[in-house]
């Protein structure tokens, strides 16, 4: 079974070494979604302090097979907010 890595970059890079193992790359992507919402969800301020979030899925050849974005992008009425 194929072994995808899941790579995070908020400001900080988390490299996933270890990996999943996974039937193929439609599967990786649902994992990544699921993955993604849990850590948003668990590092919402966090995140939201920073301008752009994403996440790599490469093979185990180190294969960027997809990327996900979370970008956070201010109306400049919020300019005056804070």
Do not use: C
């Not at 995070?8 to 039937?23: A, I, M």
């Amino acid at each position: 079974m194929p072994r995808f890595h899941f790579n995070v970059h908020d400001g900080y890079s988390k490299s996933d070494h270890e990996g999943t193992e996974l039937p193929d790359w439609k599967a990786a992507r649902t994992e990544a979604i699921r993955l993604a919402g849990m850590l948003i969800l668990d590092e919402a301020e966090r995140i939201a302090r920073e301008p752009d979030w994403h996440m790599d899925v490469a093979d185990e050849r180190g294969l960027i097979l997809f990327r996900l974005d979370l970008t956070i992008v201010e109306a400049p009425v919020t300019q005056g907010w804070r």
